[in-house]
């Protein structure tokens, strides 16, 4: 098994080592000829506008939905969940729309810009999960078939849809291994 991080920009060496911690093998994606045979996509914070930007000059947009639409899991962090929303409230920037969210992007406001707390997801593990936001966004909606997995203050901030899961915080910047073993039990 072999998953593929996006890695045009932003945070993916460090969801490959969450990886590598986990026992699974993973490349990094530039090209689309790279996403062949994948069992996994998962697509990292950074910063949104820059990543649609790159996924367009290289050509990725249509060969992730089709591996999206094959029902290969992709995992979206920060930026990765904005790229994988149907919705973005006040932007048309260029995004995957494969899943029935709306989110508001750099959405906890100034003063809380990045911050930790401790996350209750009650579908993942009954002890709390540290979970790191930078610039964060969150959900604001979502489609009938899609499962709120976290919220945060009352803010939808984890969510999955079939083979899409999406978090607005950064699970690969702690040594917890916990929300990287459960995208790995979505695949089949
Ligand atoms: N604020 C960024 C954006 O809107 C996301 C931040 C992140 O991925 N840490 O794209």
């Known amino acids: 098994m072999v998953i593929g991080?996006?890695?045009?920009?932003?945070?993916?060496?460090?969801?490959?080592?969450?990886l590598t911690a986990c026992g699974v093998d993973s490349i990094q994606v530039r090209?689309?000829?790279q996403l062949e045979g994948l069992s996994g996509l998962i697509i990292p914070g950074g910063e949104s506008t820059t990543m649609g930007k790159l996924m367009n000059q290289f050509n990725l947009f249509e060969p992730i939905i089709n591996l999206g639409k094959k029902g290969v899991p992709i995992f979206g962090t920060c930026a990765g969940m904005i790229m994988l929303a149907?919705?973005?409230?006040?932007?048309?920037?260029?995004?995957?729309?494969l899943m029935d969210i709306e989110v508001e992007r750099n959405a906890f406001g100034r003063q809380v810009d990045s911050f930790e707390t401790d996350l209750f997801i009650p579908g993942i593990d009954k002890e709390p999960i540290r979970a790191v936001f930078i610039r964060a966004p969150y959900i604001e909606s979502?489609?009938?078939?899609?499962?709120?997995?976290?919220s945060y203050r009352d803010k939808i901030v984890m969510a999955r849809q079939d083979n899409f899961l999406a978090a607005a915080f950064h699970?690969?910047?702690?040594n917890d291994l916990r929300i990287h073993r459960y995208f790995l039990s979505m695949i089949g």
Request: glycine letters at 8%; aromatic letters at 2%.
């Open 5 to 18: 991080v996006l890695a045009l920009q932003g945070a993916f060496l460090d969801h490959q080592k969450s």
């Open 31 to 33: 090209k689309p000829e």
């Open 86 to 97: 149907k919705d973005i409230i006040g932007s048309d920037q260029p995004r995957l729309s």
């Open 142 to 150: 979502t489609g009938e078939s899609v499962q709120v997995l976290a």
């Open 171 to 174: 699970p690969e910047l702690t």
